[in-house]
């Protein structure tokens, strides 16, 4: 299709609220099926190849950007907002939306007050994350991602919007030193949060634990001694794996190259002195003879180092 016509296709079709971001969507995925049969890939090296199809081209993408920056009316910003998170489950299109300046666009509606909106916002951003040049300019949000995720209401669509947002901003080790001055809000959110809440911040916290430039910084943060039920046998198995691979991690960068490498004390009330407590060493011992036979693996690899 044509790119002005088809541009304002784009817009005339957010205008009129037809659910264009949807249209658009499968507009896409139609298109795709005659491409190489691609989808969207794994790793931030992959997508930044850019030797995927195109879906919206780039007239197109930019036509979306000038409405979302030019609109106030919410409905149409939710839109452009869906139908550019969409498109940038592409690779090619995450290049172009940032090259065209639309990261900064994007970003600054995660400043809405309207909480669909900042969430929508999340979400583009999410999506546009899994590209290593794009990290870099949305890197400057996750201050202010984490305030929003630690002082937005628990377990809201926002906060989980958040919190999946600094996970992927956090699969390499290049920015999660900016998250050191918010571990114990996020440890805070682990403990009081629901399920999903508590399985997403330990997908962020298992990442950070992976990185011996975190560790000290985790294992000094002051964490309520319930963080320690978090071992009970009864503890659903996709939180109880996460929290038992987050120790592991640790431990492991805690005595790389078998001598610690982190020196202690760590204050009364740390991560460390609830890890490395008494009572965390009979909750081990009585996970060894946990049902699930992952939990016994995993604990078996974290008993030794004792
Ligand atoms: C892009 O990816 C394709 C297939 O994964 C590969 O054949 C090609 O060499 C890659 N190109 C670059 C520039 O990395
Ligand atoms: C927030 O945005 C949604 C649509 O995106 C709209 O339906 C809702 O009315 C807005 N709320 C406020 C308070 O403006
Ligand atoms: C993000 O991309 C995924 C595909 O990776 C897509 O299913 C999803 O709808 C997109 N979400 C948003 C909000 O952009
Ligand atoms: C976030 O990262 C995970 C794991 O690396 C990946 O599976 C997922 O697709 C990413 N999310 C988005 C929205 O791209
Ligand atoms: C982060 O966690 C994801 C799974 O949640 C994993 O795929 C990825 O390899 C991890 N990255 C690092 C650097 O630990």
């Known amino acids: 299709m044509g790119g002005a016509r088809a541009a304002g296709w784009v817009a005339a079709g957010l205008l009129l609220g037809a659910g264009a971001g949807f249209c658009l969507y499968r507009l896409a995925r139609g298109r795709r099926r005659g491409g190489h049969g691609l989808r969207s890939s794994r790793s931030a090296e992959d997508l930044t190849n850019g030797s995927y199809d195109d879906i919206l081209n780039s007239q197109q993408l930019q036509k979306l950007l000038y409405l979302l920056e030019s609109t106030e009316d919410p409905i149409i910003t939710e839109r452009a907002l869906v139908t550019l998170g969409n498109s940038a489950a592409f690779s090619t299109n995450q290049a172009i939306i940032r090259e065209l300046g639309g990261i900064p666009i994007v970003g600054n509606k995660i400043n809405s007050p309207n909480q669909s909106i900042k969430e929508k916002a999340l979400n583009a951003l999410n999506n546009l994350s899994v590209n290593v040049e794009n990290q870099m300019k949305i890197k400057v949000y996750i201050g202010q991602v984490c305030e929003d995720v630690l002082s937005g209401p628990l377990d809201s669509a926002v906060q989980l919007a958040g919190l999946r947002l ?141």
């Open 166 to 306: 600094l996970t992927n901003m956090t699969v390499t080790n290049e920015h999660q030193h900016m998250l050191n001055s918010f571990l114990a809000d996020l440890f805070h959110v682990l403990l009081t949060g629901s399920g999903t809440t508590k399985v997403q911040v330990l997908k962020l916290l298992v990442n950070l634990s992976e990185n011996p430039a975190m560790t000290e910084g985790l294992l000094s943060v002051q964490v309520d001694s319930s963080f320690l039920s978090l071992f009970d046998g009864h503890v659903p198995q996709e939180i109880l794996l996460r929290v038992l691979t987050l120790f592991q991690n640790i431990n492991n960068c805690l005595r790389v190259g078998g001598h610690a490498a982190v020196q202690p004390p760590f204050p009364e009330g740390s991560l460390f002195s609830l890890l490395y407590g008494e009572e965390c060493v009979q909750k081990m011992r009585a996970l060894v003879c946990h049902d699930d036979m992952d939990v016994r693996e995993k604990v078996a690899t974290i008993i030794p180092n004792f």
